[in-house]
């Protein structure tokens, strides 16, 4: 499990830093990272003000655009 969630992790950091291309795996891999936040976020509020940073909240925004245009 921790390989996993660290592959994640690095997929998307490797796309933020143009390591490798922004494609559907840096997008799965940031909505597995997306889903977990938020069940850390149900198992108790001290999770409540962890949040992505400024660039991560950017590549997602960039997932929504791609999938409405």
Do not use: C, Y
């Amino acid at each position: 499990m921790i390989g996993t969630s660290s592959n994640h992790f690095q997929i998307v950091e490797r796309s933020l830093s143009g390591e490798r291309a922004v494609d559907e795996q840096t997008f799965a891999s940031l909505t597995v990272l997306s889903e977990r936040l938020e069940r850390l976020k149900k198992i108790d509020e001290i999770f409540d003000t962890v949040g992505f940073s400024p660039a991560v909240e950017e590549l997602a925004r960039r997932k929504s655009a791609v999938a409405v245009g």
